[in-house]
Nanobody
Framework: QVQLQESGPDLVKPSQMLSLTCTVS??????????MGWFRQAPGKERVFVAA????????YYADSVKGRFTISGDNAKNTATLQMNSLKPEDTAVYYC?????????WGQGTQVTVSS
C-alpha cells in the first residue's frame, strides 16, 4: 500500500531555509507515479499547488509565489521527494502536503506544519 510521510513539523525564522522530505513506501517515485508534488494550505485559505516533478525528473513545476526560492527534487535510491525552501517568508506558513500522482488516484501525506515567524 502506498504511503507518504512528510518530515517536520518545523518552526523557522524569516529568511532562513528549510528542507521538507517526503518518504514514500509501497511505490517507486520513478516507476509508480507520474508526478511527485508538494501542496500547502495556510490558515483560513484553500490548499494550493507549490511544486511538482515528473517521474523522470526531467521536468519541474513551481507556483509563482515560490519560484526562485523553492526547489523540488527526487532521490531514487532513497525513494524520497524533497522540497528545499530558501528565503522563507511568514506567508510561507502553512501545512505542507506531499502528493504522488498516479492512476486511478492521487496519494497524499498527512501534512506537516511549517511556521515561519520571528
Amino acid at each position: 500500500q502506498v504511503q507518504l510521510q512528510e518530515s517536520g513539523p518545523d518552526l523557522v525564522k524569516p529568511s532562513q531555509m528549510l528542507s521538507l522530505t517526503c518518504t514514500v513506501s509501497g511505490g517507486s517515485i520513478t516507476t509508480s507515479f507520474y508526478n511527485m508534488g508538494w501542496f500547502r494550505q495556510a490558515p483560513g485559505k484553500e490548499r494550493v499547488f507549490v511544486a511538482a516533478i515528473s517521474h523522470s525528473g526531467g521536468s519541474t513545476y513551481y507556483a509563482d509565489s515560490v519560484k526562485g526560492r523553492f526547489t523540488i527534487s527526487g532521490d531514487n535510491a532513497k525513494n524520497t521527494a524533497t522540497l528545499q525552501m530558501n528565503s522563507l517568508k511568514p506567508e510561507d506558513t502553512a501545512v505542507y502536503y506531499c502528493n504522488a500522482r498516479t492512476l486511478p488516484r492521487d496519494f497524499w501525506g498527512q501534512g506537516t506544519q511549517v511556521t515561519v515567524s520571528s
